[in-house]
């Protein structure tokens, strides 16, 4: 058991005995009249938000989640389905992948996130590599500054395709470099 001044965000914790992570917190307080932690969290099997505050020293259980590398093998509505090296299938629904839908592509490798023996949502890299689909060109004259134009990217689904904010050399067809945690475009791969 930890107290609640110990708990960071990311942390996976038990809450009326169900698993939730913590996705922000913010704390209020002084070291006078004790501290009171406001932590936004979602619970990890429903998908359902809360909000609530806790003392410094109310003490909360840390779950550590396993984990297990997986490619991703298809979509089959509602659920995306990947595969580990022994072939064995894990179903995880739409609304558990947040925004890795953005980044999914045939075969790609990531590691999917278990609780109690079920997958409950997946863990990208933390940079990928996308083919640029759809870009606009450059407008000539427009260089002053660091100015930014929409890339869409290929993914595996074509609904889901995303956007990613590129610098005007970027063209279409280019392979860019993306960092999953910001959305944000790295680098331009050239071979």
């Known amino acids: 058991m930890k107290p609640a001044k110990e708990i960071r965000v990311g942390n996976i914790i038990m809450v009326d005995a169900k698993p939730f992570i913590v996705l922000r917190s913010d704390v209020n307080g002084s070291s006078r009249t004790g501290f009171t932690y406001k932590w936004k969290m979602k619970n990890l099997l429903t998908n359902a938000p809360l909000e609530n505050v806790f003392r410094g020293d109310d003490k909360f259980d840390v779950v550590v989640l396993d984990k297990k590398p997986v490619t991703y093998s298809y979509f089959a509505d509602p659920l995306y389905v990947f595969m580990d090296e022994e072939y064995n299938q894990y179903e995880i629904e739409e609304e558990n992948l947040g925004d890795a839908l953005n980044y999914l592509k045939d075969g790609m490798e990531c590691e999917a996130v278990f609780y109690d ?75």
């Open 117 to 191: 023996g079920k997958a409950i949502s997946v863990e990208l890299p933390t940079t990928i590599v996308r083919q640029i689909v759809y870009s606009e060109p450059a407008v000539k004259g427009n260089t002053s500054g660091n100015v930014l134009k929409e890339a869409r990217i290929e993914n595996a689904i074509e609904s889901k395709q995303h956007i990613v904010q590129v610098p005007l050399f970027v063209s279409q067809d280019d392979a860019i470099e993306i960092d999953t945690r910001t959305n944000e475009y790295k680098r331009v791969i050239r071979n």
